[in-house]
């Protein structure tokens, strides 16, 4: 008797053992998959890399259908609707459309409305909702709630609004709801060494001019130190020089009016005789002071540029033997790798019409005084100074 209990007890260890081995072997679901849930693994949006290059704008809805950014593909590329469609950043959308042509499930998550606020997946109409919405054309299906980051910061919830399956997936889609994070903030790239020279002229008069003395000069020179004085040094010449160098945007707006009397207006002329006038003023903008977001004012620095070309006025250089014994001069054996008046086209065609918020020290590398570049004057002691007085 015995016995038959220990063989009956070790064949149902061996059944328990088995049956704990197959049931190991079974994939894991957060919730049961039916004919209409994505597995794990699935891409999200199945036909989106196909579909990708005919997309011609996405829409960034907020809280309460709140429109907060619009972009819109057209021949000259995209464009930002709430800046009058200045260009966007292609590497920005390029990235977003990857992003969303790989994005893969995690797992399934909730299919319950009442549980939707808990991951930031509520209706996009409600003011409260804790996501937004991404769309990408005029179907439900061609768009996307995007919910708030997994606790563990490895994936994001996500849900279409037309199905109430919600999932989490592998991609963080953060999408930018500030149109200013879209902009394509290159202005322009001028090195130092493309100058000829540089006027800065202030509203009160105040005047810097320095200039390269020939083609082969290494640094500029002050041309107008006063008698005297003594510049302080060369890397204050430098400076000025170098202040085109990656010159990019934190902002952008129209240029609906001229800019102010009082702006300091700087002229930088290159090599080739391309003139660039750049005006620079500041204006106090109301904004959030963090922690306790009362409203202060904060100086905002802008900028507006306007491009010439007046040949003449860069270097002028001495004709060059050609192999066929007819002379040439150095610009025009460089026209082929670069035409000034197409240069010049270019320009104004990206850059007029517009006002840019610029770093507050790219503002103030080219927004200097005279005063600044010099040594400062020997303090001179007064009689009462000397007497102690």
Known sequence: MRKN???????????AVL???????????????????????????????QLANDIDSLEIIGAGDAELVTLNRSDNGWGIAQRGGYPASWSEVRNLLRALGQTKVIAPKTAREALYPRLGLADISDENTGGGLLRWGSEPDQSLIIGIEASDLTGRYVRQPDSPQSYLVDQALDVKTNPSDWLDKAILDWQASNLREVTIRHADGDVIRIQRENEDALEMQLQNIPDGRELSGQWAINGIANSLVSLGADDVRTADNEAPESATRALFISNDGINLVISLYQQQQAAPDEPDSAITETPVYLARLEVSLEPG?????????????????????????????????????RLAGWEYVIPDFKYNSINKRLEDLLKPLPVVETEDALAGG
């Open 313 to 349: 006025a860069g270097f002028q250089n001495e004709p060059e033997q050609a192999a066929d014994g007819d002379t040439e001069t150095a610009s025009e054996a460089g026209a082929q790798d670069q035409d000034p008046q197409l240069e010049v086209e270019q320009l104004n065609a």
């Open 5 to 15: 209990s220990f063989i009956i007890l070790g064949v149902l260890a061996i059944v």
């Open 19 to 49: 049956a704990a081995l197959q049931l190991g072997l079974k994939p894991k679901m957060a919730t049961p998959v039916g004919d209409d849930v994505l597995p794990v693994g699935a891409l999200l949006l199945p036909d989106f890399e």
